[in-house]
């Protein structure tokens, strides 16, 4: 029953408003311009009610104009100029450029009540912008202005809106005015709390807990009931957002763990200078996206797309060559191996420098990958959901290139029995540097969609490269099941503990459990059993 | 190799390397200090302070190659020991500048006053006392190196596993030390030291004196890792570094050993990073930067590991190679060669160059064993990670 009152109410109001604009159209107008002439704030005051309130077409040039001092008038003449972006004088009731304009144009003047009155004015009137996005926006600066001169136009906009979305905005930007309008009715506060309620954000519980002084108890008990449940579905929302920062960033660093999984884990073979392949898979795609804007911009879009097979190509042959020219003279020898690709990645790293310079190079993202959207109160960024896509979609690969190709097979085979591989006719050399260069391919990868996320410098790789290591470790070595879930949990505890901890704290606090983990379970959560154990 | 048994545990070698340390800490001091300037014999300042810095370094690559060498421990976290052990003796200094600060408070340092901390932490008192902050020097690298080891050893954390483990720990320090609320300094770390007992840490008198205990420590330091690896005790830690498993079958708990050498190991690095930190007016958290540990690793594979001296004398070259590149037109170049070392030591170089030396030496000479003590770990095809 009351909110059919209040709907009809509003109707009315609408109607009554419509009427009068429709009436009084032109010629208000026109009287409401000249009031600016009286160079007195209260006079002004009252002309921009009164433009507002005319529904004239020019009314937003006029006030926007107004806003930012380029509203003239004549104070002979009684007339009101405009004086255009590009310095030319129009008339302001008709937008006409005029030729002779008088020499004595002075500005309007405004005062600190007069801008704050602009500002409501201008709100009021984007909301019956074309735009439907324009409609929003003003419909949520009214929203956090609660400007009570604002609820005429507002009830006016809802009755005419037919966006539901738009609607909806509007209807809490009334409820946020009505909250904390003075005059209004208990009934219509009570009236005005469920729409808050769903509305559900920090926003929300601030206009719940911030309401005047003289607002009846029964509207405060039942703010504070909205409150308690805003926040309550607050909390959830926060655990789902840190549980997606968590995925996020598992997704980043499986990118980056999986392909050592492949030379750590299935090779045994320690490469501390995987970090650095997927550096130089981030550097491939700068170079890729240089070519582009210099040769044929129109591509831009495709840039990442071009760059991933270019990075695995140059990421996985220089793997390829670190194998044949250095770790295969050190199989069995891992502590050895580990100070000789240090060293590499030292080389790598200064080469970049020396090529590209020390600092941050402009990795740019196509229009594809940038961009956000909202699910609830999550905020979504399209490059953190491709590169979630795109991490899991590489894993799915390798994981089919393992089991069904002949040479994941042939790389099992070395794997598990070297002798025994090596006496049924496989190259067990040439398996070994194929496989290097696979994983160091993949971190070239991983090294493109790193450029879309991090900085690309020459120590890009060095951040990544303990923490691969961690969940090539706590996911258990030889197994590319136990490094998904190891970047999963890895990430996801990481976002959960950084609340409580802080950023640095959380990641002290999940290396000391990881060595506390590694306690339990020596091998990591997916540990090999048998023999190749002590291989 | 008789005598009394004070030098039964040196070798030939040994013991001329201890007379040349003997030397130098006598030496370069009065080259410094009584040698007018304008005499060819006259030995900087600067040289003191440099050489200083790494006869300090050399400390810290002995303790690496006692146990990389001789237990097959390879820590990539033994910066971490020294630089705690550079934190206690920072914190003494600081205690010491009392008012002399820019705030001139008598009890905070600088920093804290900064960051407006109304009373020194717990962790901060008893280090106006110089006893007190020398056994915490020692102390605290080796409580942390104990518990770490006990976790790590008893669940048989091993090879390149462990490796990891140690950079990690290091990482972690360091990102925990650069944390302003932790209370050593932040991001700028501890410096301004005025004296240090008493003695103005920028005179040359004191730098002299720094110098020589920096060397005398490195010489005790040898001894003591010498007498080490010829007892029994070291035959032990040679079998767990070839044929870990085979020992623990032979009925030896060979947790407790490597625990024993790793936590007087980094007791030895926290010892080193002590005598450094007067030495050079600073401790930051970049010391605990995973690339300085790796780095200590290579001076001790260039000089060769399983050797002590080529410890020494690797942390000498490479440091002194690394200064002469970086202070010149060369620095950009520096990361090549010192990647390039990491190389080729490892490929062509296996044995260090006093493992090499060695080698020959013995390849020439008749086949005798010296003391008893096998040469480094290279040799052999399948080393038990």
Same mark, same amino acid.
């Given at each position: 029953?009351?909110?059919?009152?209040?709907?009809?109410?509003?109707?009315?109001?609408?109607?009554?408003?419509?009427?009068?604009?429709?009436?009084?159209? *032109?010629?208000?107008?026109?009287? &409401?311009?000249?009031?600016?002439?009286?160079?007195?704030?209260?006079?002004?005051?009252?002309?921009?009610?009164?433009?507002?309130?005319?529904?004239?077409? @020019?009314?937003?040039?006029?006030?926007?104009?107004?806003?930012?001092?380029?509203?003239?008038?004549?104070?002979?003449?009684?007339?009101?100029?405009?004086?255009?972006?590009?310095?030319?004088? *129009?008339? &302001?009731?008709?937008?006409?450029?005029?030729?002779?304009?008088?020499?004595?144009?002075?500005?309007?003047?405004?005062?600190? @009540?007069? =801008?704050?009155?602009?500002?409501?004015?201008?709100?009021?009137?984007?909301?019956?912008?074309?735009?439907?996005?324009?409609?929003?926006?003003? &419909?949520?600066?009214?929203?956090?202005?609660?400007?009570?001169?604002?609820?005429?136009?507002?009830?006016?906009?809802?009755?005419?809106?037919?966006?539901?979305?738009?609607?909806? *905005?509007?209807?809490?930007?009334?409820?946020?005015?009505?909250?904390?309008?003075?005059?209004?009715?208990?009934?219509?506060?009570?009236?005005?709390?469920?729409?808050?309620?769903? @509305?559900?954000?920090?926003?929300?519980?601030?206009?719940?807990?911030?309401?005047?002084?003289?607002?009846?108890?029964?509207?405060?008990?039942?703010?504070?009931?909205?409150?308690?449940?805003?926040?309550?579905?607050?909390?959830?929302?926060?655990?789902?957002?840190?549980?997606?920062?968590?995925?996020?960033?598992?997704?980043?660093?499986?990118?980056?763990?999986?392909?050592?999984?492949?030379?750590?884990?299935?090779?045994?073979?320690?490469?501390?200078?995987?970090?650095?392949?997927?550096?130089?898979? *981030?550097?491939?795609?700068?170079?890729?996206?240089?070519?582009?804007?210099?040769?044929?911009?129109?591509?831009?879009?495709?840039?990442?797309?071009?760059?991933?097979?270019?990075?695995?190509?140059?990421?996985?042959?220089?793997?390829?060559?670190?194998?044949?020219?250095?770790?295969?003279?050190?199989?069995?020898?891992?502590?050895?191996?580990?100070?000789?690709?240090?060293?590499?990645?030292?080389?790598?790293?200064?080469?970049?420098?020396?090529?590209?310079?020390?600092?941050?190079?402009?990795?740019?993202?196509?229009?594809?990958?940038?961009?956000?959207?909202?699910?609830?109160?999550?905020?979504?960024?399209?490059?953190?959901?491709?590169?979630?896509?795109?991490?899991?979609?590489?894993?799915?690969?390798?994981?089919?290139?393992?089991?069904?190709? =002949?040479?994941?097979?042939? #790389?099992?085979?070395?794997?598990?029995?070297?002798?025994?591989?090596?006496?049924?006719?496989?190259?067990?050399?040439?398996?070994?540097?194929?496989?290097?260069?696979?994983?160091?391919?993949?971190?070239?990868?991983?090294?493109?969609?790193?450029?879309?996320?991090?900085?690309?410098?020459?120590?890009?790789?060095?951040?990544?490269?303990?923490?691969?290591? #961690?969940?090539?470790?706590?996911?258990?070595?030889?197994?590319?099941?136990?490094?998904?879930?190891?970047?999963?949990?890895?990430?996801?505890?990481?976002?959960?503990?950084?609340?409580?901890?802080?950023?640095?704290?959380?990641?002290?606090?999940?290396?000391?459990?990881?060595?506390?983990?590694?306690?339990?379970?020596?091998?990591?959560?997916?540990?090999?059993?048998?023999?190749?154990?002590?291989? | 190799?008789?005598?009394?048994?004070?030098?039964?545990?040196?070798?030939?070698?040994?013991?001329?390397?201890?007379?040349?340390?003997?030397?130098?800490?006598?030496?370069?001091?009065?080259?410094?200090?009584?040698?007018?300037?304008?005499?060819?014999?006259?030995?900087?300042?600067?040289?003191?302070?440099?050489?200083?810095?790494?006869?300090?370094?050399?400390?810290?690559?002995?303790?690496?190659?006692?146990?990389?060498?001789?237990?097959?421990?390879?820590?990539?976290?033994?910066?971490?020991?020294?630089?705690?052990?550079?934190?206690?003796?920072?914190?003494?200094?600081?205690?010491?500048?009392?008012?002399?600060?820019?705030?001139?408070?008598?009890?905070?340092?600088?920093?804290?006053?900064?960051?407006?901390?109304?009373?020194?932490?717990?962790?901060?008192?008893?280090?106006?006392?110089?006893?007190?902050?020398?056994?915490?020097?020692?102390?605290?690298?080796?409580?942390?190196?104990?518990?770490?080891?006990?976790?790590?050893?008893?669940?048989?954390?091993?090879?390149?596993?462990?490796?990891?483990?140690?950079?990690?720990?290091?990482?972690?320090?360091?990102?925990?030390?650069?944390?302003?609320?932790?209370?050593?300094?932040?991001?700028?770390?501890?410096?301004?030291?005025?004296?240090?007992?008493?003695?103005?840490?920028?005179?040359?008198?004191?730098?002299?004196?720094?110098?020589?205990?920096?060397?005398?420590?490195?010489?005790?330091?040898?001894?003591?890792?010498?007498?080490?690896?010829?007892?029994?005790?070291?035959?032990?830690?040679?079998?767990?570094?070839?044929?870990?498993?085979?020992?623990?079958?032979?009925?030896?708990?060979?947790?407790?050993?490597?625990?024993?050498?790793?936590?007087?190991?980094?007791?030895?690095?926290?010892?080193?990073?002590?005598?450094?930190?007067?030495?050079?007016?600073?401790?930051?958290?970049?010391?605990?930067?995973?690339?300085?540990?790796?780095?200590?690793?290579?001076?001790?594979?260039?000089?060769?590991?399983?050797?002590?001296?080529?410890?020494?004398?690797?942390?000498?070259?490479?440091?002194?190679?690394?200064?002469?590149?970086?202070?010149?037109?060369?620095?950009?170049?520096?990361?090549?060669?010192?990647?390039?070392?990491?190389?080729?030591?490892?490929?062509?170089?296996?044995?260090?160059?006093?493992?090499?030396?060695?080698?020959?030496?013995?390849?020439?000479?008749?086949?005798?064993?010296?003391?008893?003590?096998?040469?480094?770990?290279?040799?052999?095809?399948?080393?038990?990670?």
């Amino acid at each position: 029953m009351r909110a059919l009152y209040g709907r009809l109410r509003a109707l009315a109001v609408a109607f009554g408003l419509l009427l009068a604009a429709a009436a009084a159209n *032109a010629q208000s107008f026109d009287e &409401a311009l000249t009031g600016f002439t009286a160079d007195s704030f209260s006079d002004t005051e009252n002309a921009i009610g009164a433009v507002a309130r005319s529904g004239n077409a @020019r009314a937003a040039d006029v006030i926007a104009a107004l806003q930012d001092g380029r509203l003239l008038f004549d104070p002979d003449g009684k007339k009101v100029y405009i004086k255009e972006k590009d310095d030319r004088i *129009a008339e &302001a009731a008709t937008g006409q450029a005029v030729a002779g304009a008088p020499a004595n144009l002075r500005p309007v003047r405004l005062n600190n @009540r007069l =801008r704050r009155a602009v500002e409501a004015a201008l709100g009021g009137l984007s909301l019956f912008a074309e735009d439907p996005g324009r409609r929003f926006d003003a &419909a949520q600066a009214v929203f956090k202005s609660r400007d009570e001169a604002a609820l005429p136009a507002l009830e006016s906009a809802l009755a005419k809106e037919a966006e539901p979305w738009v609607k909806t *905005a509007l209807a809490e930007a009334r409820a946020a005015v009505v909250l904390n309008m003075s005059g209004a009715s208990e009934a219509d506060k009570l009236a005005a709390i469920p729409a808050i309620r769903a @509305r559900g954000d920090q926003d929300s519980v601030a206009l719940l807990a911030g309401l005047p002084a003289n607002t009846p108890p029964a509207v405060t008990k039942a703010a504070n009931d909205a409150i308690a449940s805003i926040q309550s579905s607050l909390e959830v929302w926060s655990a789902v957002q840190n549980a997606w920062y968590g995925l996020s960033l598992g997704s980043v660093l499986l990118l980056a763990a999986i392909g050592l999984a492949i030379t750590f884990g299935v090779m045994g073979v320690i490469n501390m200078a995987h970090g650095e392949m997927v550096m130089l898979g *981030a550097y491939t795609t700068f170079v890729v996206q240089e070519v582009i804007r210099a040769y044929n911009p129109g591509l831009f879009g495709y840039s990442v797309v071009i760059a991933v097979p270019l990075a695995f190509a140059v990421s996985g042959s220089i793997g390829v060559l670190i194998e044949r020219g250095i770790i295969r003279f050190l199989y069995g020898r891992p502590l050895e191996t580990l100070l000789a690709t240090w060293g590499l990645s030292l080389i790598l790293q200064q080469a970049v420098r020396t090529a590209f310079g020390p600092t941050n190079r402009d990795v740019g993202s196509p229009s594809w990958m940038s961009g956000a959207f909202d699910v609830g109160q999550l905020n979504i960024t399209y490059n953190r959901l491709w590169i979630i896509c795109f991490s899991l979609a590489v894993f799915v690969g390798l994981l089919g290139l393992l089991r069904f190709t =002949r040479f994941g097979l042939e #790389m099992r085979a070395v794997t598990q029995n070297r002798p025994m591989a090596a006496s049924m006719g496989i190259r067990t050399g040439r398996i070994d540097a194929l496989a290097f260069g696979l994983g160091s391919g993949i971190a070239g990868i991983a090294g493109v969609a790193l450029s879309q996320i991090d900085n690309v410098s020459p120590n890009l790789g060095q951040g990544y490269i303990i923490d691969s290591f #961690m969940v090539v470790v706590f996911g258990g070595v030889g197994n590319l099941w136990g490094t998904l879930l190891g970047a999963f949990t890895l990430g996801i505890a990481n976002k959960f503990l950084e609340p409580y901890a802080g950023a640095v704290l959380g990641k002290i606090a999940i290396l000391v459990l990881i060595i506390l983990f590694i306690q339990k379970r020596p091998r990591g959560l997916f540990a090999l059993r048998g023999r190749a154990v002590e291989a | 190799m008789t005598g009394s048994p004070l030098i039964r545990a040196l070798d030939r070698v040994g013991v001329v390397f201890l007379v040349l340390l003997a030397i130098i800490a006598v030496a370069v001091p009065l080259g410094n200090l009584l040698v007018p300037p304008s005499s060819p014999w006259h030995v900087s300042l600067y040289f003191v302070s440099l050489f200083g810095k790494y006869v300090c370094y050399a400390i810290l690559a002995l303790a690496i190659d006692l146990i990389w060498g001789y237990c097959g421990i390879l820590s990539l976290g033994h910066g971490a020991f020294f630089a705690l052990g550079g934190y206690a003796m920072g914190m003494y200094m600081m205690r010491q500048i009392g008012t002399r600060g820019v705030y001139a408070n008598p009890l905070l340092p600088d920093f804290m006053v900064f960051l407006n901390w109304k009373e020194l932490p717990f962790y901060w008192h008893g280090f106006q006392y110089f006893a007190y902050a020398a056994l915490m020097v020692a102390l605290v690298p080796g409580l942390l190196a104990f518990v770490f080891g006990w976790f790590a050893f008893r669940s048989r954390v091993t090879g390149v596993y462990l490796s990891i483990i140690t950079q990690a720990l290091t990482f972690a320090l360091m990102l925990g030390f650069f944390r302003n609320n932790f209370g050593f300094g932040g991001n700028n770390g501890l410096t301004d030291f005025k004296d240090i007992l008493g003695f103005n840490v920028q005179s040359a008198e004191t730098r002299s004196a720094l110098f020589a205990a920096s060397v005398i420590t490195l010489g005790l330091g040898f001894y003591l890792c010498r007498a080490i690896v010829a007892s029994k005790l070291g035959k032990v830690l040679i079998a767990i570094r070839d044929a870990e498993n085979r020992v623990r079958f032979l009925g030896y708990r060979v947790e407790s050993y490597k625990l024993f050498v790793f936590t007087l190991s980094a007791c030895m690095a926290g010892i080193a990073g002590a005598l450094y930190v007067p030495q050079v007016g600073i401790i930051n958290p970049s010391e605990f930067a995973p690339g300085n540990s790796i780095e200590a690793v290579i001076w001790v594979a260039v000089g060769g590991r399983g050797t002590l001296i080529g410890a020494v004398l690797g942390a000498i070259l490479v440091n002194y190679a690394k200064t002469t590149f970086t202070s010149g037109t060369l620095a950009p170049y520096w990361l090549f060669v010192l990647g390039g070392l990491f190389v080729a030591v490892t490929l062509l170089l296996p044995r260090g160059i006093v493992g090499t030396a060695e080698h020959w030496w013995r390849g020439r000479g008749p086949k005798t064993r010296g003391n008893g003590v096998a040469p480094a770990g290279v040799a052999d095809p399948h080393p038990a990670e």
